[in-house]
């Protein structure tokens, strides 16, 4: 089964471009399902129908449903929380502060990841597409797996964990597990060609990448089309505005992403709703290609380690993390850990173990990401 999650900045049509993909699916005789967990729900409005928070159908071999990540938070959350306020007075920790530390940020979303999970698994789905949040959010959401599981791992060592919470630090293991799989799941990316909405893609390429979630994709929706030999004001304005369009598209290509990483769609007069618009747009898009198709998006390992040639002794550690020239870039040494912050999202993550005893020297970018050198602690 695939999973396959759209992400983009609010209003780039990533909804549409969902319902659109799951759409051509179904329509290859896929059974397929589109889950929204975006706070506002607009995927029923894509399809021009109702959808609550269990699959419906809405045509042969496709079903849709929208969560109500408020509605898990009152239904699931009650008895984690009781048993996490127990372990923490347990440890000697005030029953106020107690109660303060359980309110857990992010837990409804969190708890829509663990929603789409279980509608994966039940159902007779070959794919799964799902319509996320805007980016920041979904960042948010991506990221809460891991987190999490460092904030019950801390309780852990505060003397133990109860059934219920070991479970859930169980299930954490396994959504980190599914997101980081490759061969799984997967992100494409939505964005419109402005310079505004493109600066937000490349720090979400970034983002992602140090989370280990592979981008298989990205679309650029609502280009302009081209007016060809129509004369008069309205084509001059059309072909100035696409001009604008191709130079940011080619800026961003220009950064190390592959031309064949972006796939296209074009703005259109009348605004797609219901299932035969959206066939529509995925034949635009996809044509007679695979919709699953994975494009050149560069992958490479997060970490990887060789020999230096520039340092006697030293070593290279490679971060494969696309970067553009703007990017704010930081590093630390956390203990055995190596802390990178770029452009405000930061990844603590453990070193390899012929590293740790070694001090960083130094540190550049390239295309496929940064190169730090390090060297033994004893050396000059």
Not at 56 to 64: N, R, T
Not at 205 to 230: E, K, Y
């Amino acid at each position: 089964m695939r999973i396959l999650l759209f992400t983009g900045k609010g209003g780039v049509g990533k909804t549409t471009l969902a319902a659109a993909t799951a759409a051509a699916l179904a329509a290859r005789g896929r059974k397929t399902l589109v889950v929204s967990t975006d706070p506002a729900h607009s995927l029923g409005d894509a399809f021009a129908t109702g959808l609550t928070g269990e699959p419906s159908e809405v045509d042969s071999a496709l079903h849709a449903a929208q969560i109500d990540s408020r509605a898990l938070v009152d239904d699931a959350w009650g008895e984690l929380r009781g048993e996490l306020r127990g372990l923490l007075a347990g440890a000697g920790i005030d029953a106020l502060d107690a109660e303060e530390l359980t309110v857990v940020p992010g837990v409804d979303e969190l708890l829509s990841l663990t929603e789409v999970r279980r509608l994966a698994e039940a159902g007779p789905w070959e794919n799964v597409v799902v319509d996320c949040g805007p980016t920041a959010e979904t960042l948010r959401l991506l990221s809460l797996p891991e987190a999490i599981s460092g904030y019950l791992g801390r309780l852990r060592g505060r003397g133990g964990l109860g059934r219920s919470v070991r479970r859930f630090a169980t299930h954490l293991a396994g959504l980190r597990t599914l997101l980081t799989d490759p061969s799984t799941t997967s992100v494409r990316l939505v964005l419109t060609p402005e310079r505004l909405v493109v600066a937000e893609t490349r720090r979400t390429l970034s983002s992602l990448a140090l989370r280990g979630i592979a981008v298989d994709g990205l679309i650029v929706n609502r280009l302009m089309p081209a007016p060809g030999r129509m004369p008069g004001s309205a084509a001059a304005w059309l072909r100035t505005r696409r001009a604008q369009q191709d130079a940011v598209l080619t800026e961003l290509t220009s950064s190390g992403l592959p031309a064949g990483a972006l796939r296209r769609v074009e703005h259109r007069a009348v605004e797609p709703v219901g299932l035969p618009a959206l066939l529509e747009i995925a034949a635009g898009l996809y044509g007679t290609a695979d919709p699953l198709a994975r494009s050149a998006v560069p992958v490479a390992p997060l970490l990887s380690v060789a020999d230096s040639s520039t340092v006697d002794g030293g070593h290279e550690l490679r971060v494969g993390v696309p970067l553009s020239r703007s990017a704010k870039v930081d590093l630390a040494r956390v203990g055995d850990d190596l802390a990178i912050t770029v452009d405000g999202f930061r990844r603590v993550i453990a070193l390899p173990e012929l590293l740790r005893p070694c001090r960083i020297t130094g540190a550049e970018a390239d295309s496929a990401g940064l190169v730090v050198q390090l060297e033994p602690a004893g050396g000059t």
